[in-house]
């Protein structure tokens, strides 16, 4: 799958939120979006990051965007309810939601995890991508087309020493996704998957694996058509799916 794939105005009228969208696969997929003719909704806690993007799209002859700062770790119900209402306001609708963003302490025995760590991480890494889908609910299934993308980390299908709070967060998105799919299939324009995008070179990445050359994982760009395809109507119909993605150069 590339870019190539998909035309340029693939997702021409169409509004999608992203989260995370200040940095890594988040900025990256709200980029691409805004490309391929879609008014993207940014969200992030940083405003400085925030307006980085917004001129970005705007330079690149985007649509203008929306711009809206939460903090994941400390929103409210209160909170998403009223982005809810102010995507509406200011979009009138909303076709699609990208949950990129995440919280992530270090890598860690258990032994040296703390219950605010797990906390936290599950705070932003589960349950804030159910309460912003929930209060988006009402305007995802106005959409006469709609796709939700929950972002999964590979620790959290496949668990493994060190990563702890972390993936344990990560692996509450893939029951998420079944249960939204499950309770929406009454609703065929609503379509909920999850995304594993595999090693790939993100802020994240440098984090957990600081000694791993940047030619050893897959590339952002190669990671935007499997966005575009889970976006567009080419994915119209299929709900419930689990895509883990490896995009790793092949050895040679």
């Known amino acids: 799958m590339n870019k190539q794939d998909f035309a340029s105005d693939c997702l021409a009228g169409r509004v999608i939120l992203v989260t995370g969208a200040s940095q890594g696969i988040g900025r ?83 032994a040296n995890q703390t219950i605010d760590e797990w906390m936290n991480q599950y705070r932003v890494n589960t349950v804030a991508p159910f309460a912003l889908t929930r209060a988006c609910l009402p305007l995802l299934r106005e959409s006469p087309d709609a796709s939700v993308v929950f972002v999964g980390e590979t620790h959290g299908q496949h668990p493994g020493p060190f990563w702890g709070g972390f993936g344990a967060s990560k692996s509450g998105l893939a029951y998420l996704s079944v249960v939204a799919a499950s309770e929406w299939d009454v609703y065929p324009n609503l379509r909920v998957n ?21 030619t050893e994982r897959g590339a952002l760009s190669d990671l935007m058509p499997h966005f575009l395809y889970w976006m567009s109507d080419a994915s119209r119909g299929q709900s419930g799916q689990r895509i883990e993605l490896d995009l790793r150069p092949a050895l040679t």
């Not at 979006?33 to 909704?41: L, S």
């Not at 409210?76 to 209402?85: H, R």
């Not at 999850?194 to 791993?212: A, K, M």
Request: proline residues 7%; aromatic residues 6%.
């Open 194 to 214: 999850l995304l594993v995008p595999g090693p790939v070179n993100s802020p994240q990445r440098n984090r957990t694996h600081p000694g791993e050359a940047k």
């Open 28 to 110: 990256e997929a709200a980029l691409t979006f805004a490309r391929h003719g879609a008014t993207v909704v940014l969200l992030a806690r940083s405003v400085k990051g925030l307006e980085k993007v917004y001129d970005e799209i705007v330079a690149a002859g985007g649509g203008e965007p929306a711009a809206i700062p939460l903090d994941l770790l400390k929103a409210t119900d209160d909170e998403f309810n009223a982005l809810a209402f102010q995507i509406k306001q200011t979009c009138d609708r909303l076709d699609g939601i990208v949950h990129a963003a995440s919280h992530f302490y270090a890598l860690s025995p258990l």
